[in-house]
């Protein structure tokens, strides 16, 4: 955050609204997970060094696994069962899928506007706290008829009021150390107190309980059409150099990503209408640059996007696909909401999708 198998199945190109679309999209992202993590599970080497883990015996026993299909489902089971058996998952390099960012910073602020934005802005080059001169999909999509007051984000990271301009978009933004104001439930009111009595390690960022517990609480007496979460332990527990940590904080995200679905799953507003789209912002160099992230980082620009609920045939882990970009998300999130974003701005195509 901080600068510092299942084959190609035949797909219909999606350049125009969709006949059968979601009403319902969830974006999350989990900041700066390697697609080796995601594809192949805990590394060894990463694992057995005391540098960057403090019980290693401990950790093998929760990580370890003889086979890399073992390790990734021991890491994030839910990705590896529900996600693989009913949606797909791009980005394993080594079955020749590859998915990439565009812009040439390697870090988080150039990334996540990327994502959002569809485009690549070249002089957003740090991760300063300014207010994004550009319209992102989540503004776009909230100026939409049916959709005013429908679009939410949710992040552990401070930035992205600016990065999502809150103040501009009229898009409600829970982000950093933000609390409900004011609580809508009592339960709001009670995570505002836990909040303001839990010690964070980062200045900027908060731990991502408190995210996911905040967006799972707006979900249910707001009910979004488009909801964005963006957890992002992982990026800076790397950056801390704690690999221990790292894996922990990519499970704990698959946990809350389970959560999210049981939870459209078991509500008669979202059960079967709702698309899971997930990425990450950046990858991450490798051995011991796996710390890092910028321009210069072998690999930093290998990221990973996965799709899962309405809309999405069960395609699994895509081998030989075409390459993706980052800025094809944007797009894809508001196709599957029925809607063209493309149509009058530069931007990354949708993603090719089969419609089950």
Same mark, same amino acid.
């Given at each position: 955050?901080?600068? /510092? =198998?299942? &084959?190609? &199945? =035949? &797909? =219909?190109? /999606? #350049?125009?609204? /969709? #006949?059968?679309s979601a009403e319902n999209v969830f974006l999350i992202t989990l900041d700066g997970l390697r697609w080796q993590e995601l594809f192949t599970g805990a590394n060894a080497e990463l694992m057995g060094d005391e540098k960057f883990v403090r019980s290693p015996d401990a950790l093998a026993e929760k990580f370890w696994r003889e086979t890399p299909s073992q390790r990734r489902h021991a890491l994030m089971p839910f990705m590896w069962s529900t996600v693989v058996d009913s949606g797909v998952i791009y980005g394993n390099r080594a079955l020749g899928s590859r998915v990439e960012v565009k812009n040439s910073e390697w870090f988080s602020y150039p990334g996540y506007n990327e994502i959002l934005t569809g485009a690549v802005d070249p002089e957003i080059t740090s991760n300063a706290k300014i207010p994004n001169r550009n319209t992102t999909v989540l503004e776009w999509i909230n100026q939409q008829p049916g959709f005013e007051g429908q679009v939410a984000a949710f992040g552990s990271w401070d930035v992205f009021p600016y990065i999502i301009n809150e103040a501009r978009s009229g898009v409600p933004v829970n982000a950093g150390f933000d609390a409900a104001d004011p609580p809508r439930s009592a339960r709001e009111a009670w995570l505002n107190t836990i909040q303001s009595q839990t010690p964070s390690p980062w200045s900027s960022v908060r731990l991502d309980v408190f995210t996911h517990q905040y967006a799972l609480e707006y979900l249910t007496h707001s009910n979004p059409r488009l909801l964005y979460i963006a957890y992002g332990e992982t990026d800076d527990f790397a950056h801390e150099g704690e690999y221990d940590h790292y894996l922990e904080s990519a499970q704990r995200a698959d946990q809350f990503i389970a959560d999210l679905w049981r939870f459209a799953q078991s509500d008669a507003r979202y059960r079967d209408r709702t698309t899971f789209v997930i990425t990450t912002d950046h990858g991450r160099g490798s051995g011991a640059q796996w710390t890092d992230h910028e321009a210069g980082v072998d690999g930093a620009d290998q990221i990973w996007i996965a799709l899962l609920g309405a809309g999405i045939s069960a395609q699994g882990e895509m081998s030989h696909a075409p390459p993706l970009k980052q800025d094809q998300i944007a797009a894809t999130v508001a196709v599957l909401l029925g809607l063209d974003y493309a149509a009058d701005r530069t931007v990354g195509a949708p993603i090719p999708l089969t419609v089950p």
């Open positions: 955050m901080r600068h /510092l =198998i299942i &084959s190609v &199945s =035949i &797909s =219909i190109w /999606l #350049a125009a609204p /969709l #006949a059968f």
